[in-house]
């Protein structure tokens, strides 16, 4: 019985074996199939060697997210702080990415110039990126918008540009800071004469239309007695992420060996983070604090 119980188990092993093999035979036969011929239309977006990969989201038509979602204007910091924590957490999956930036409903992320990820694939550093973002944004919405329930998804684009040198990528980040002043000094007086002075947002646009700088300044200071030099950085700098060490400070149960019970104890430890600064990133002075940024090796 027993033997007989053997040669039983051994055939059925033998049958499964064989239908592995053919199995296994087939799978590699449609890896080779004659349709494989399709991914010869497959584009080569391989992004240029040696240089900086910049990839810049903006939201998809915010305008009408942030009405509908009673964005407090000119500037609503839930929103520029969720914006923020999803920066982060694309940097913490993607840690090739070595600084990044945002103002408004844009961020710009820039990874190494070594960087081989995905073979240097622009669709992968796009969609990696935005899908990443887009999902953290939905995530953690509840955390900064308490009492605004989320009433649809919102949407980002995104595009790959390369840099070549040192000077370009700096050039670049300077353009998107430059950027966030313009758009938020026209923003604050704009909002200023519809929501203080009571004109419609057709007439402080002609108000404002033909102005300069030094302009938009005046009226809000002689108007509303604001000076823009006092608007808090984050709206006036937007919002640098760098790497930094960060000591982090938590409480953990120790057990003594002649102790019955534990002890907490407070324990701290380093960490390398995503570190948000509202700087003026224009210039030099904020690359010679920081030059890891731009060291290859680092």
């Known amino acids: 019985m027993w033997v007989a119980g053997t040669f039983k188990v051994r055939d059925c092993l033998a049958?499964?074996?064989?239908?592995?093999?053919?199995?296994l035979k087939l799978g590699a036969t449609m890896a080779k199939s004659k349709f494989e011929y399709v991914r010869d239309?497959?584009?080569?977006?391989?992004?240029?060697?040696?240089?900086?990969?910049?990839?810049?989201?903006?939201g998809r038509n915010f305008h009408r997210f942030a009405e509908?979602?009673?964005?407090?204007?000119?500037?609503?910091s839930r929103a520029l702080h969720l914006m923020t924590k999803c920066a982060q957490t694309v940097m913490n999956e993607l840690e090739d990415i070595v600084i990044a930036y945002g103002q408004s409903d844009e961020y710009s992320f820039v990874f190494k110039r070594k960087s081989n990820w995905f073979k240097r694939r622009a669709s992968k550093f796009m969609t990696h990126v935005v899908s990443q973002f887009a999902s953290s944004?939905?995530?953690?919405?509840?955390?900064?918008?308490?009492?605004?329930?989320?009433?649809?998804?919102?949407?980002?684009?995104?595009?790959?540009?390369v840099y070549p040198s040192n000077q370009t990528l700096k050039d670049y980040l300077s353009w998107r800071q430059a950027d966030c002043h313009i758009n938020n000094?026209?923003?604050?007086?704009?909002?200023a004469l519809v929501q203080q002075s009571g004109l419609?947002?057709?007439?402080?646009?002609?108000?404002?239309?033909?102005?300069?700088?030094?302009?938009?300044?005046?009226?809000?200071?002689?108007?509303?007695?604001i000076n823009y030099n006092n608007e808090p950085l984050m709206y006036r700098k937007g919002t640098v992420l760098i790497w930094q060490k960060v000591e982090e400070?938590?409480?953990?149960?120790?057990?003594?060996?002649?102790?019955?019970?534990?002890?907490?104890?407070?324990?701290?430890?380093?960490?390398?983070?995503?570190?948000?600064?509202?700087?003026?990133?224009?210039?030099?002075?904020?690359?010679k604090e920081h030059p890891e940024i731009l060291d290859e090796d680092s």
């Open 15 to 23: 049958a499964t074996s064989v239908t592995l093999r053919r199995c």
């Open 137 to 161: 944004y939905v995530f953690y919405w509840r955390d900064y918008f308490e009492d605004q329930p989320l009433l649809y998804p919102p949407g980002f684009d995104g595009r790959v540009v």
């Open 41 to 58: 239309f497959e584009a080569d977006d391989t992004c240029l060697p040696y240089c900086w990969v910049v990839v810049r989201l903006d």
């Open 68 to 76: 509908k979602h009673s964005f407090i204007k000119p500037n609503d």
């Open 200 to 225: 419609t947002p057709l007439q402080a646009q002609e108000r404002l239309q033909g102005t300069l700088a030094a302009d938009k300044n005046e009226i809000l200071f002689s108007e509303f007695n």
């Open 185 to 191: 000094l026209y923003n604050t007086v704009f909002w």
């Open 249 to 287: 400070i938590t409480t953990k149960e120790v057990k003594l060996p002649a102790e019955m019970e534990g002890k907490k104890m407070a324990v701290t430890r380093t960490r390398t983070m995503a570190v948000p600064l509202h700087c003026n990133i224009i210039g030099d002075a904020f690359w």
